[in-house]
């Protein structure tokens, strides 16, 4: 008789964080989690969800908003409309050269509007008004202002997430993404923990640049949104 395996942290990061480290920061209902709404947009569920626990993520919710889920491999019932799919990879620590950087800075509260601005100008994935305080934010300024920046996301027990890596256009082609990422790093193995990070499947030249660091590939996985549903009548109304 085999074995049965226990669930990895990083099979469902999302509820490994808000179960854990970011449980303080948990909003609940059933056995549904997520992260306050300016905070991150991850919806956690139950690695098998059944018919409630889509009930309570449509009350947490509201009718007609838009829930991203992360690492859902399970589709929502009828009624939900699936609006945004993306194929991803989830990358490990496996060697990289973690190292601090003389001339990162740690961001703070009253850095949030120019990391709003460099999110807006770069795109590299959810960042919020209160992104920051998920875990230590580190930035590159060039003449006072901030070019690059990267950081700490979901907090799995033991391993922590580098999120929001981005440069300002102005600025790239100088490795300061890869000493951020490094540095990063170097935080968050001084608390014994290790570091992994998502990318898209399609951004082949990050995922090269990841590899390079010493990030290998643990598996593929999914972001994706879904609506939630109306009660029927009110769309008609709108």
Known sequence: MSAVRAPHPLDNPARSSLTGPHAHLAERRGR?????????????LPDEPDAADWDDIAALAGPGALVPLAAVSVPPPDGWEVTFRLAGVQL???????????EAIRLGPADVPEMLDLVDRTQPGPFLPRTIELGTYLGIRRDGALVAMAGERMHPPGWTEISAVCTDPAFRGHGLATR??????AEIR??????????????????RLYQSLGFRLRRTTAFSAARVPE?????LVR
Do not use: C, K, Q
């Not at 951020?180 to 790093?185: E, G």
């Open 32 to 44: 549904v989690l997520r992260y306050p709404v300016d905070i991150a947009p991850w919806v956690a």
């Open 92 to 102: 490990v620590d496996d060697g990289v050269a973690a190292a601090p950087d003389a």
């Open 180 to 185: 951020l990422v490094l540095a990063v790093a």
């Open 190 to 207: 001084t608390r014994g923990e290790m570091p992994f990070l998502h990318a898209s499947a399609a951004n082949t030249g990050a995922i």
């Open 231 to 235: 009660p029927a009548g009110e769309a």
